[in-house]
């Protein structure tokens, strides 16, 4: 009798096993905060542009559409995330997609994430800030 109760006693405690909690329906918990939409200021505009055009064939012709922005804070840091479209005429593509990220407390620095790229429009979708579909050239 009693090594049937032992041996009950123990099987009722193996499933008490702590476990983690699962994550949040429909997101990763690894991924990147979302943005706080910010207006996109004179001075900002300035420093994005620049920014993009140093990785353009023909800087001095291209032409910037929709921008979107927005601030967050990522590991202690401050930035500002930048989707956008550029216009650079020196490639057959056009309208090229971009997101890049602006850093204040480092002097404003800019860092072009990507451009033209396929995962330009996810990213920019999963940090809050869904561009607008272009439509094609005729």
């Known amino acids: 009798m ?4 032992f041996l009950l006693s ?3 405690l193996c499933g008490c096993v702590a476990t983690a909690p699962p ?3 429909g997101g990763n918990p690894s991924s990147d905060p ?10 900002l505009e300035e420093i994005i542009t620049a920014g993009v055009r140093q990785h ?3 800087p001095i012709a291209a032409k910037f559409g929709a921008m ?4 967050r804070s990522l590991n202690g840091r401050h930035e500002i995330v930048v989707c956008g479209y550029v ?3 020196g490639s057959a593509g056009g309208n090229e997609p ?3 990220k602006i850093h204040p407390d480092a002097g404003n620095s800019f860092e072009l994430v990507a451009i033209n790229d396929a995962s330009v429009s996810g990213a920019c979708k999963a940090a809050g800030l869904a561009m607008p579909e272009l439509k094609p050239n005729s």
């Open 10 to 12: 123990v099987a009722s």
């Open 87 to 89: 216009d650079d005429k």
């Open 2 to 5: 009693r090594k049937t109760v």
């Open 34 to 43: 979302l943005v706080d939409p910010v207006p996109i200021s004179l001075a």
């Open 98 to 100: 971009f997101i890049g």
């Open 68 to 71: 979107r922005a927005g601030e």
């Open 56 to 58: 353009l064939k023909n």
């Open 23 to 25: 994550p949040p329906l």
